[in-house]
Structure formats: C-alpha cells, structure tokens
C-alpha cells in the first residue's frame, strides 16, 4: 500500500483528537460540543476539504437525530459486530488468549509515552490510540497510524458497507495516515457469539517491533496483513 505523503505530514494532534470524540458514544455531552469539534476540525486543516465536507455531514446528522435515535445507531453499529469493533486486537486476535498478552505490551507503549490509562479504558480501543497518537509529533503519529492502516482500511470497508457516515471518520484517520482509504471484502457478519470462534483475520502482533521515530525495541507493534484517553477536548 503506497503512502501518500510528498513531505512531512501537517500537525494533526487536535485532529485526531476530536476524530477519537467523533467515535465515542453520542451521549448528551458530546453532542453539547459538536460545533466546537467542527471548528477544530476545520481551523487546523489537517484534512483535505473534501474529506472535511464528509466529516461536517456526519455532525449535522448527528445534531438532526434523536437523542434516543443516535444512541441506538451507535450501539447497533459499533457493539453487534466484529467488522466494525473498535478495539483493534478484536480484529487482530479475536478473542484468543494472546489478547491479554498485547494489550499489556501496548498499555506498557502507552505508558512509555507519558499516557495513563483511566479505570476501564482499554488499551487497543482505537480511540484511545488516536489520543496517543495526538501527544506524538506528526510525523511520528502518522508512522503510527500508518501501522495500523489495514485496520483502519477493515472498519472503514464495514462501515461504507452499512453506508455509515461514521465511514467518513475512519476515512480521516487514513488521510492523515498517508493512505488512500481503499474498499477491502468484508465477509457477511456472523452472530456475535459464532465470530468468537473464527480464526484471527489478521496476523497478530510482534513483541520486536519498533515504536515510530525510535531506534529501540519497544514491546508492542502492530503488524501488518500478509498478500493503541478517550474523551478528551481538543
């Protein structure tokens, strides 16, 4: 997959910040703040505008709909399937006991970095990686989303499946990747409790992979297919 950028990549810390809220849970509080996280998006500029337009469309979608409507929406899309998890190691392990392993070596990459994580929060939940991610110069954020591109490429492929516009979102996250978000196969999705015993997708994580911009070994790295505080303001 050949990356995008021709020179260094824009700041993007507020961006990926507010990308990371966009994602969470359209409680009462982020919809209160929705304008707010638009004209963050839009005074850094770290988007193309045509990828910002997407974005502004899913915000106004959210403000047009229900509160009870956007809440149910959210959980039937992020919460009742495998494609379309947020926590990564969902797509990476599935729920096989290398799991535990990975995600102390990524809470330990975390740590490494200065970010602590909140009683529940979970290392490989996509969101609170984008937060690490926004306290890391551009060029190592974008090294790190870049890592997890097909990742990112799986989930936005669901979610453009299901003609979401929470696709636009994961779309955002491969722009400032320097990748092209790109339509990959998506297999039907199984009952919840079926997925659970399916082989991983993906081929799982490297315990000597390195952390972006550093010459030493770090305990945890996403590994590309073969062929890591949610919440927070900007």
Not at 84 to 90: G, K, N, V
Not at 99 to 128: F, W
Request: proline letters at 8%.
């Amino acid at each position: 997959m050949k990356k995008l950028f021709a020179s260094s990549p824009k700041p993007m810390a507020r961006s990926l910040r507010v990308l990371a809220r966009l994602l969470s849970y359209p409680d009462a509080p982020l919809r209160q703040h929705l304008p707010e996280l638009q004209a963050a998006l839009h005074q850094e500029q770290a988007l193309g505008a045509t990828r910002l337009a997407e974005l502004d469309g899913l915000i106004a979608h959210l403000q047009r709909q229900a509160p009870l409507e956007a809440e149910a929406d959210y959980v039937q899309l992020f919460d009742s399937g495998r494609r379309t998890a947020l926590c990564l190691f969902e797509h990476v392990h599935g729920d096989s006991r290398e799991r535990g392993p990975a995600m102390i070596d990524l809470a330990q990459t975390y740590e490494k970095g200065g970010l602590y994580l909140a009683e529940g929060e979970m290392p490989d939940d996509l969101r609170v990686l984008l937060e690490f991610c926004s306290t890391q110069p551009p060029k190592e954020a974008a090294s790190f989303l870049s890592e997890i591109a097909h990742l990112l490429n799986v989930i936005f492929s669901a979610l453009a499946q299901r003609q979401s516009r929470y696709a636009s979102v994961l779309g955002a996250l491969l722009d400032l990747a320097g990748h092209p978000a790109e339509a990959v196969p998506i297999a039907a999705e199984e009952p919840l409790d079926e997925s659970w015993q399916e082989p991983v997708a993906f081929d799982g994580c490297s315990s000597a992979g390195q952390r972006p911009g550093s010459s030493q070994t770090q305990p945890i790295h996403l590994v590309r297919r073969n062929a890591p505080r949610t919440g927070a303001t900007p």
